[in-house]
C-alpha cells in the first residue's frame, strides 16, 4: 500500500556549495545559468559563443556531485580523467575539430557498463577486483564522439537480477540510491543512480540499461526522460546482462532531445553483438532531426489506462488525453492483453538466460568469480551482500534448464511472440502511431525485508517484444513525479522520440527535485 506523505515536508540543507534554493534549481553559479533547464543544443550554442566551455561545465558537474551527491547516493566513483577529457573538447573546439553535438557534454554512465579508466562493478563486491580489460562498444562511440565520460553511477545490484526480495536502488558497493524529490522514497531500479543523477543535475545525460522497465521506471520515478530504445540498435558488448533475449542500453535525460542526440551515438553496429545486425539500413542516425513540435496533431494514439490503481495515476492519465487531444490527436482507448502470460513466460526464460549469459561475462573478467555456483558461493561468504535481502534469483538460474533444452525455447518463443502481438495486433487494428500508459506510480518508502511496494508499471510488453519505448514527466502525486510512456512499432525510435517531445513540450511537467526529508 502507498503511505501518506506528511503535509508539513521541509526542504533538506544541502552542505557544501550551493544553497537549498539553488539545488533545486540546478543552478551552477559559476557558469550563470541552472543546468537543470540546460539542453545539449543550448550547451553547444553558448560554447561557440565563446560563453562556456567544456571544462568549465564539467567542473560545475563535479561540484554538484561534491555537493549534491551526499544526499542522493547515485555517483558511484567520478572518472579523473574527467577534466582532461574537456579540455581536449575544448581544443577540438578551437581548432575546428569538433565530433558533433556530444562533443563536451557530461555523461554518466551505469555501474554495469564496462570501463577501463573506472571499475565496473555490477554493484556487487565480487567485481571490484576485476576491472576490465577495454571500455564496452556503446563507451567507445560516446568517447569517439567527443563525450565527456564523468563517472559511474550507482545500480540496483546485478541490475535487480539477484533476489525475488530486493530493494531497487541498493548495491553493496554503493549503498542506497534516494529519489532526489523526496529522500526516503525509492528511485526504482535497476537503473537508479542514473535516473537520480540527472534528475539532480549531477550530469547532463546518463546511460541506464534495461531489461525490463529498468530504465523507464526509475526515469518516471524521478521525474525525467527515459528512452529503452529497439533491441539491437545499441550494442551490448561490455555490459553485465540479463538476457540478450531483452537487454539494451539507453540514455536518460532531463530533456527528450538530449535522449534523442544520445541514442544517434550510441546507436551502430558490432560484430561482437549479433543483434545489431538486424536495425534496417535506412534506420535514422539522427534523431534530434526528426522531432517535431506539431507532431501530435493528426497521430493515432492508444491509450491504455490502467484505471483504478492509484487515483493521481487516474487522474494524470485524464490529464494526458485532455491534452494529446488539445494537440490535436486522435485517442483511442485501449487494453494490451496477455501480460500475466508474458510475464510468467518470461521470467522462466531469463532465468536460464542469466545463467547462460552471467557466465560468459565472467570469462571476460580476469580475477572475478568464473561462474554462478562462484557468484552465489561469494555471497554467501560476505559481509555485505546478503545484509538486506538474499539471493534467490541467482539460486533459481543455477538450477533453471539451459538454453538448449526445449522447454526453454518454447518459453522463450511465447514471452516474445505473446509480446509481440499484444503491441503489433492493437496498433494495426486502431492503425495507431503510438500507445501511450502510465509508466509509473508514485514512489514508495524505502524499506528492506518485504522488497519493492511496486503499485503499476507498463513496460513489460515493449521490454519483452524489444520495441522502443519512451517515457516523459506527465505530472505529480503531490511532491513524487509520475511519467506516461510512449510505446511504438519495431524500429520506430524516432516516431516515438518525436510524439515525447511533442508531449514533453505541451505538458511542460518536469520539476528539479526539491531533496524533501520525506516522513519519516
Not at 550507482?154 to 533476489?163: I, P, T, V, Y
Amino acid at each position: 500500500m502507498r503511505r501518506t506523505l506528511l503535509a508539513a515536508l521541509v526542504v533538506v540543507t544541502l552542505a557544501g556549495l550551493v544553497s537549498p534554493a539553488a539545488a533545486v534549481r540546478g543552478n551552477a553559479p559559476e557558469l550563470g545559468f541552472a543546468l537543470d533547464e540546460a539542453t545539449m543544443p543550448d550547451l553547444q550554442g553558448r560554447m561557440a559563443r565563446g560563453e562556456l566551455d567544456a571544462v568549465a561545465l564539467t567542473r560545475a558537474y563535479l561540484a554538484r556531485i561534491r555537493s549534491i551527491d551526499g544526499k542522493v547516493g547515485a555517483v558511484l566513483e567520478v572518472d579523473r580523467g574527467a577534466i582532461a577529457q574537456a579540455r581536449r573538447s575544448d581544443l577540438r573546439r578551437r581548432t575546428g575539430t569538433l565530433r558533433g553535438p556530444l562533443d563536451g557534454i557530461p555523461v554518466l554512465l551505469k555501474d554495469n557498463i564496462d570501463t577501463r579508466a573506472m571499475a565496473t562493478t555490477a554493484g556487487s563486491r565480487a567485481l571490484t577486483g576485476a576491472r576490465p580489460l577495454r571500455d564496452a562498444h556503446l563507451v567507445r562511440r560516446l568517447r569517439a564522439a567527443g563525450a565527456v565520460v564523468l563517472g559511474k553511477a550507482n545500480l540496483s545490484e546485478w541490475a535487480n537480477f539477484r533476489s525475488t526480495n530486493a530493494t531497487s536502488g541498493w548495491s553493496a558497493v554503493g549503498g542506497q540510491t534516494h529519489n532526489p524529490h523526496v529522500l526516503d522514497r525509492n528511485p526504482c531500479g535497476s537503473s537508479s543512480g542514473s535516473a537520480a543523477a540527472v534528475a539532480a543535475s549531477l550530469a547532463q545525460v546518463a546511460i541506464g540499461t534495461e531489461t525490463n522497465g529498468s530504465i523507464v521506471c526509475p526515469a518516471g520515478a524521478t521525474g525525467v526522460v527515459g528512452h529503452k530504445p529497439s533491441l539491437g540498435l545499441v550494442s551490448r558488448t561490455g555490459v553485465v546482462p540479463i538476457s540478450a533475449e531483452q537487454d539494451t542500453a539507453g540514455p536518460i535525460a532531463r530533456h527528450v532531445v538530449d535522449a534523442a542526440i544520445t541514442l544517434g551515438v550510441l546507436q551502430g553496429r558490432d560484430p561482437r553483438d549479433p543483434a545489431t545486425s538486424a536495425y534496417p539500413a535506412d534506420q535514422p542516425t539522427d534523431y534530434a532531426a526528426h522531432l517535431r513540435l506539431d507532431a501530435l496533431r493528426g497521430a493515432r494514439i492508444g491509450v491504455w489506462r490502467q484505471a483504478g490503481l492509484d487515483p493521481d495515476v487516474d487522474r494524470t492519465m485524464r490529464s494526458t488525453v485532455r491534452l494529446l487531444r488539445e494537440q490535436g490527436a486522435t485517442v483511442v482507448d485501449v487494453s494490451l492483453d496477455h501480460q500475466e502470460e508474458i510475464g510468467e513466460h518470461s521470467l522462466a526464460a531469463l532465468l536460464s538466460e542469466f545463467h547462460r549469459d552471467i557466465e560468459a561475462y565472467l570469462r571476460t573478467r580476469p580475477g572475478a568469480p568464473r561462474t554462478l555456483e562462484e557468484l552465489i558461493e561469494f555471497n554467501r561468504d560476505d559481509p555485505v551482500e546478503l545484509s538486506k535481502f538474499g539471493q534467490e534469483l541467482f539460486e533459481q538460474a543455477l538450477v533453471a534448464p539451459g538454453t538448449d533444452d526445449p522447454g526453454y525455447r518454447r518459453q522463450r518463443a511465447a514471452a516474445t511472440e505473446l509480446a509481440r502481438r499484444s503491441l503489433d495486433d492493437v496498433i494495426a487494428a486502431h492503425d495507431l502511431d503510438a500507445i501511450v500508459s502510465p509508466t509509473n506510480g508514485p514512489a514508495w518508502r524505502t524499506s528492506y525485508g518485504d522488497g519493492d511496494d511496486f503499485l503499476l508499471g507498463s513496460s513489460t510488453p515493449a521490454a519483452v517484444a524489444g520495441y522502443p519505448n519512451v517515457t516523459v514527466p506527465a505530472g505529480f502525486a503531490g511532491p513524487l513525479p509520475l511519467g506516461v510512456s510512449f510505446m511504438t512499432a519495431r524500429w520506430q525510435d524516432a516516431r516515438a522520440l518525436g510524439l515525447a517531445a511533442a508531449f514533453e513540450r505541451a505538458a511542460d511537467a518536469r520539476r528539479a527535485p526539491s531533496y524533501l526529508p520525506g516522513s519519516g
